[in-house]
Nanobody
Framework: QVQLVESGGGLVLPGGSLRLSCSVT????????VGWFRQAPGKDREFVAR????????SYADSVRGRFTISKDSAKSTIDLQMNNLTPDDTAVYYC????????????????????WGPGTQVTVSS
């Protein structure tokens, strides 16, 4: 079992920045990837970025590439998401997720590849 808890959400002005953190605890021996997803009201949950837990590779959605950076803090056992140049379209509940067993790399941009989910943290971008 892997437990995930997100933190760092809040209200920010357009053009501002936020840093989200996903605390990863429990048994990560089978974890290949930790991903960030987001869900806006009335929309499906969508992929934002993912980090390969041991291989350390990253991948981003086109909508956030160049603005968001995903990274791992091994000392704290967190996967962090630095979000810059935020726009109102980034407003959503942000979730982190981890897998329970290895999938094909291409699968990790979909929600189906993840078995454990955090409760989410709200990010609101508004003036």
């Amino acid at each position: 079992q892997v437990q995930l808890v997100e933190s760092g959400g809040g209200l920010v002005l357009p053009g501002g920045s936020l840093r989200l953190s996903c605390s990863v605890t429990g048994s990560t021996s089978n974890t290949r990837a930790v991903g960030w997803f987001r869900q806006a009201p009335g929309k499906d949950r969508e992929f934002v970025a993912r980090f390969l837990w041991r291989e350390r590779g990253t991948s981003y959605a086109d909508s956030v590439r160049g603005r968001f950076t995903i990274s791992k803090d091994s000392a704290k056992s967190t996967i962090d998401l630095q979000m810059n140049n935020l726009t109102p379209d980034d407003t959503a509940v942000y979730y982190c997720a981890a897998d329970a067993y290895r999938r094909a790399l291409s699968a990790y941009s979909g929600t189906g590849a993840y078995d454990y989910w955090g409760p989410g943290t709200q990010v609101t971008v508004s003036s």
